[in-house]
């Protein structure tokens, strides 16, 4: 059974970095895509970034603002230690929700629907 765990927000100041981790465990041998979302207050779930773990190809979704967060961050991934990261600089307040990531056979999609495998999501709020 796929299991997904993310650690690794906190509060920040605006203009300092995080990297979010998404540890996973019960991938199978298959390719898998894991992707990263981001809810802030009141808003709905909000797909960033998406990487295959077998060849760590990363897709970007595509900005809908100018001031987004799409451009201030890097997917990565770990298959030594079966994590992906989210790599954020330039925080602002924002960037402030719950950061989650999720799990899929295959194929790359920033869209929560695509996913049945979800993490419990990490807090990252960036205040002064």
């Known amino acids: 059974q796929v299991q997904l765990v993310e650690s690794g927000g906190g509060l920040v100041q605006p203009g300092g970095s995080l990297r979010p981790s998404c540890s996973a465990s019960g991938l199978s041998a298959n390719t898998y895509a894991i992707a990263w979302f981001r809810q802030a207050p009141g808003k709905e779930r909000e797909g960033l970034a998406c990487?295959?773990?077998?060849?760590?190809?990363?897709?970007?979704?595509?900005?809908k603002h100018a001031d987004s967060v799409q451009g201030r961050l890097t997917i990565s991934r770990d298959n030594t230690n079966n994590t992906v990261y989210l790599q954020m600089n330039d925080l602002r307040p924002e960037d402030t929700g719950v950061y989650y990531c999720?799990?899929?056979?295959?194929?790359?999609?920033?869209?929560?629907?695509?996913?049945?495998?979800w993490g419990r999501g990490t807090q990252v709020t960036v205040s002064s």
């Open positions: 999720a799990a899929e056979l295959k194929l790359c999609s920033v869209k929560p629907g695509w996913y049945d495998h």
């Open positions: 990487i295959l773990t077998t060849d760590g190809t990363s897709y970007y979704a595509e900005s």
